[in-house]
């Protein structure tokens, strides 16, 4: 019995919630897919939607790896060390994203949760690989910590997108589609 045995069970709820939001994100981009998207809309879904999807598929990859049958933590924490690598470079370049599209002002809210956040996730989850082989139980429950993170900034910034598309974007739809002579 390895030490990652006892936490089949937790990987198991937290990638099968994060297999399901990837699907509902699909489905909400499907139902919003008439809605005309303009060059400054697209930068804007490069920044605050893509993201989510790529956090829901780390969580989901990450409780892959940590159920398959391993022989120790040694080879799994490389590999969740090389996801905390390659997601601090994508949140680097997802702020930059952020500071590029011009059609939404980020606010602190936004910076906090497709930047800070996961980058502290995505850190925690490089360092522990780091720390593995010397204390094995503790850097387990980070990796944990650190999945969960993107599961609820995944869950957040999914809500805060179908609020805009619902209230702010379909707003400003109904206005431009009124203000059309017939």
Request: proline content about 3%; charged content about 10%; aromatic content about 12%.
């Amino acid at each position: 019995m390895t030490s990652l045995d006892r936490w089949e069970n937790f990987y198991i709820i937290v990638g099968s919630s994060a297999g399901a939001l990837i699907g509902l994100q699909f489905v909400v981009i499907t139902l919003l897919a008439d809605r005309p998207i303009a060059g400054a809309d697209a930068q804007a879904t490069n920044a605050f939607s893509t993201p989510g999807i790529i956090h829901f598929g780390a969580v989901l990859f990450l409780s892959a790896i940590v159920c398959a049958p391993w022989d120790g933590i040694g080879v799994v924490s490389i590999v969740w060390g090389l996801m905390g690598l390659f997601g601090m470079i994508y949140t680097v370049v997802i702020g930059r994203r952020m500071r590029a599209q011009t059609a939404y002002q980020p606010v602190f809210e936004d910076w906090l949760f497709h930047v800070l956040l996961p980058l502290a996730a995505y850190a925690a989850m490089g360092v522990s690989a780091c720390l593995a082989g010397l204390h094995g139980r503790a850097v387990l429950f980070i990796v944990a910590a650190a999945s969960l993170l993107l599961l609820f900034i995944g869950i957040h910034n999914a809500w805060d997108i179908a609020t805009y598309h619902a209230f702010v974007a379909g707003r400003k739809n109904r206005k431009s589609n009124q203000t059309k002579p017939e």
